[in-house]
């Protein structure tokens, strides 16, 4: 069965560069979520999105964007990126009928 | 107050033999939904098992079942026949408010579970 693709799977950034992680959902989910772990912790909620539109929101810094595109594609940006940013980012799907959400492998950001 | 509580941050069984993960959650939601995931150490987020507030039985997949009690607020993952494979960090979620809420999981800290040969 079809997974939540996540790409790039690993990324290596410089402090104040730029990153975009890219979260292609299962077919026929209308949700998507964006989470971050740090090293040790548990996931933390950043932003979600239901039919294109922000449904709710996290612990998101300002320096992040995201949005869901018309294929239900969301991309996450991070901007002037900290070393505090280093973590795994996951992208998570899933559709109102089941109530069942899934993740995929994550992206994970290393920022030197 | 913590929405979510995983008492054990790590625990050891033998292989073949069963093993809970207790969770125990908070909410004032009549409508809500229960998850457990399993991270093993290369970092992926594997769903596991999933239970709705209004769900009259325990859910169950394969070797993975849901002991949901209500009343104490409980929801523990039970693993029977435990194999080597089984060894990663278990999360508990919590998804307040019924399916169509498509608001964010919140997360218990996590159980290490080892299984021993």
């Known amino acids: 069965a079809a997974g939540v693709i996540q790409s790039p799977r690993h990324l290596i950034k410089e402090k104040r560069e730029t990153a975009t992680l890219k979260c292609y959902p299962i077919?026929?989910?209308?949700?998507v979520y964006w989470y971050q772990q740090g090293p040790g912790q548990d996931p933390q909620f950043l932003i979600s999105f239901y039919e294109k539109m922000q449904s709710d929101k996290g612990s998101i810094p300002d320096r992040f964007s995201a949005q869901q595109f018309s294929d239900y594609h969301s991309e996450l940006n991070m901007s002037s990126l900290e070393l505090g940013d280093s973590a795994l980012y996951f992208c998570a799907s899933s559709t109102d009928s089941t109530g069942e959400l899934f993740f995929g492998e994550g992206s994970r950001l290393t920022v030197l | 107050a913590q929405k979510i509580t995983q008492t054990q941050p790590g625990m050891f069984v033998q292989e073949k033999e069963a093993v809970t993960l207790d969770c125990t959650y908070d909410t004032s939601d009549p409508s809500y939904g229960l998850f457990w995931y399993k991270q093993p150490s290369s970092g992926e987020m594997i769903f596991l098992i999933y239970?709705?507030?209004?769900?009259?039985q325990n859910a169950t997949e394969g070797r993975y079942s849901l002991n949901f009690q209500k009343a104490r607020k409980s929801a523990n993952l039970v693993i029977s026949a435990s194999q080597l494979g089984d060894s990663a960090m278990y999360f508990c979620a919590m998804r307040e408010g019924p399916p169509s809420n498509t608001g964010k999981l919140i997360f218990g800290q996590g159980t290490t579970l080892q299984v021993k040969p």
């Open positions: 077919p026929r989910h209308d949700t």
């Open positions: 239970q709705g507030s209004y769900d009259q």
